[in-house]
Structure formats: structure tokens, C-alpha cells
């Protein structure tokens, strides 16, 4: 454990005081993201899942991070905090016992080939065509901001705190509540008929800031009109291209995963897609709380790579790091 965590020494010392006083999990594999995202943080989790499986004697299985979006879609269920008898396992300095999540019940939804996933987060936009289980085609993303990203720049523009997408589907939501429409705002749809699949997301934030530096009071009014154009601007985008992408590659499955689809108005929008242009295809989509990023979704993308015959490693075998470009294939 020391030579794989030299590096994080405070992760070290944190590993060396409390895994010890944990009693080995009954699980056959441990399950990590290696990419795509910020390298410094991705070697920490790599490393610290070498660390344990060396520790436990359990083999390992990297996923890429945006697998692990498309499959959590799949998931449906609920789940039940429960607080477990845990004397015998308390964590050293810890005065009481640590509270595991467990679920209720999962159970995995229906896939129809191919499928068409949508992935919006703050870090990626892309349109990735699975023509079948573990097998991945980009067709389109984002040369520049990701459609995360431009909400927490548009919301810290209009002074809203962050996370930014929260605040701006807020405000949008009162702006429809109040009927209002940015009747003196207009914002462009960046790339809508680029005649290809990839976004562009930070001309929109540059729109933004344009727009507010003309406006000599900045109301509460104002940021929700222009908390709605801006919802509006990047739905439309997302709505338009995947709807192309479904009728070119006929589309049997729709999977629209990632933070961003927490997003209510996104969620209709797409429903509302379904029902009017393809009723016949099944539209996915993950529970609110698996939108984010979460254990459980890593843990079922290793699961279902396991079942369609992928690799374990030993820690000392295992040659994967972390990639921060890493790409879906």
C-alpha cells in the first residue's frame, strides 16, 4: 500500500488508520473510474482502489466514467437508508456508526439495438451510438464547453451562487410560472443546424455576458427571462441534434444520462420529443438521485462488463491509470 499511495501521503495515512478497521466487504470485484475527467482526482481514486484490492486480495475492474452514465439509465428502484448494528465496525475517532445505503430493489430496464445515448454533464456533451452491450461509436460532441459548464458560467454571470444549473432551472421555472418570455432577449442556438452532431456551448455564455453588460439594472425579472432563453437555447440545441441522430441511425432505444438531465425542463422536453416524433422508441432515463455521478453506476458498468466477458486485474497486474481523454469504444 505505502509504494501505490507515496504520492497521496495524507491518503496514506488516512488509509493506514481507518481500511485496517473495516472489515473485509463481501464483494467478488472492486469496481473504479479511470476517465474521462481531471486527472489529479482520478489518480486518487485509482490509486486508493489498488490500495484496497492489494489490502483485500480483490481483483479489479476500471470503467470508463461516461459507461457508467449510459448504464444508469438501465437501473430502476428504490432505496432505503437503513443504520445497521455496526459496534463490532466502528471507524477509529468516530463517535457513532456509519450509516450504509443500501437498495431496496433494482431491477434493469429493457435495451433495444441500436440505442442513441444523449450524455450531458458538466464536463461532456456527446451523442454516443451503442449498436450493441459494451459497444461504443461517438457520433457528436462538444468542441468547446460542455452544456454543464455553460450553466455554471451563465449563473455565476447573473450572480447566482453554484452549482449554477440548479439556479438557473429555478429562475427559469419562475419565469414560466410568471409567463414570462425574454421578449428583449434573444440567444443564439449555437451549431442547431451545423449539419452535424457536435455541440458548441461557450458562444452561448459569451451571448450571455454581452447581453448583461447592456443592461443597466440587473432585476430579479431580468435574470429569470434570461435564465428561461438561456434553458430554452440549450434544450432546443440538444433536442435538435438528437432528434437528427435518431432518424439517421433509426434508433430503437433513446438513453439521455448525465448531471445535466436532472434538469426537469430537459426531461420534458425529451419526453415530449418521444410521444410527438417517436413513439416507438423506448426513452430512458435515470432516476434523479443516479443522474449525478454515483457509486452505483460504475458498479453496474463493471457488472454488466463482467457479464459480457470482460477482464479482472490483481493490483500489481493492472496497467490501467488514469486517463483524463479517455473516450468510449
Do not use: C
Amino acid at each position: 500500500m505505502r509504494m501505490i499511495l507515496e504520492r497521496e501521503s495524507d491518503l496514506l495515512a488516512g488509509f493506514l488508520e481507518f481500511v485496517p478497521a473495516v472489515e473485509k466487504p463481501p464483494v467478488d470485484v472492486i469496481a473504479f473510474t479511470f476517465g474521462p475527467g481531471l486527472e489529479p482526482a482520478l489518480w486518487v481514486g485509482v490509486n486508493f482502489a489498488k490500495a484496497l484490492s492489494s489490502f483485500w486480495k480483490i481483483p479489479l475492474v476500471p470503467v470508463n466514467h461516461m459507461e457508467g452514465h449510459i448504464v444508469s439509465a438501465l437501473l430502476s428502484g428504490e432505496e432505503n437508508l437503513k443504520l445497521q448494528n455496526m459496534n463490532s465496525r466502528r471507524i477509529p475517532n468516530h463517535k457513532s456508526p456509519i450509516p450504509n445505503r443500501f437498495p431496496a430493489s433494482y431491477r434493469l430496464k429493457t435495451v433495444s439495438y441500436p440505442t442513441l445515448a444523449l450524455l450531458v454533464s458538466g464536463g461532456h456533451t456527446e451523442l454516443v451510438l451503442v449498436k450493441k452491450p459494451g459497444k461504443y461509436q461517438v457520433v457528436g460532441e462538444t468542441l468547446d464547453d460542455a452544456a454543464g459548464e455553460a450553466f455554471d458560467k451563465t449563473a455565476r454571470i447573473l450572480g447566482l451562487p453554484y452549482p449554477g444549473g440548479p439556479e438557473i432551472t429555478r429562475l427559469a421555472g419562475q419565469a414560466r410560472n410568471r409567463k414570462l418570455k425574454a421578449k428583449n432577449f434573444s440567444l443564439p442556438r449555437p451549431m442547431l443546424h451545423s449539419g452535424n452532431y457536435n455541440f458548441s456551448f461557450s458562444g452561448l455564455k459569451t451571448a450571455i455576458l454581452s447581453t448583461v453588460k447592456t443592461i443597466p439594472k440587473l432585476t430579479s425579472a431580468i435574470r429569470q427571462e434570461l435564465a428561461r432563453e438561456f434553458e430554452d437555447a440549450v434544450t432546443e440545441v440538444l433536442i435538435s441534434k438528437t432528434a437528427k441522430a435518431i432518424r439517421e441511425f433509426e434508433a430503437e432505444t433513446l438513453i439521455i444520462a448525465g448531471g445535466v438531465i436532472a434538469n426537469q425542463r430537459i426531461r420534458a422536453a425529451f419526453e415530449e420529443l418521444r410521444q410527438s416524433a417517436f413513439p416507438n422508441v423506448k426513452l430512458l432515463v435515470p432516476e434523479v438521485s443516479h443522474s449525478t455521478d454515483n457509486a452505483l453506476m460504475i458498479a453496474l458498468a463493471a457488472y454488466l462488463n463482467l457479464q459480457g466477458g470482460g477482464e479482472i486485474f490483481a493490483a500489481d497486474k493492472m496497467k490501467t491509470g488514469a486517463e483524463g481523454r479517455a473516450r468510449l469504444a
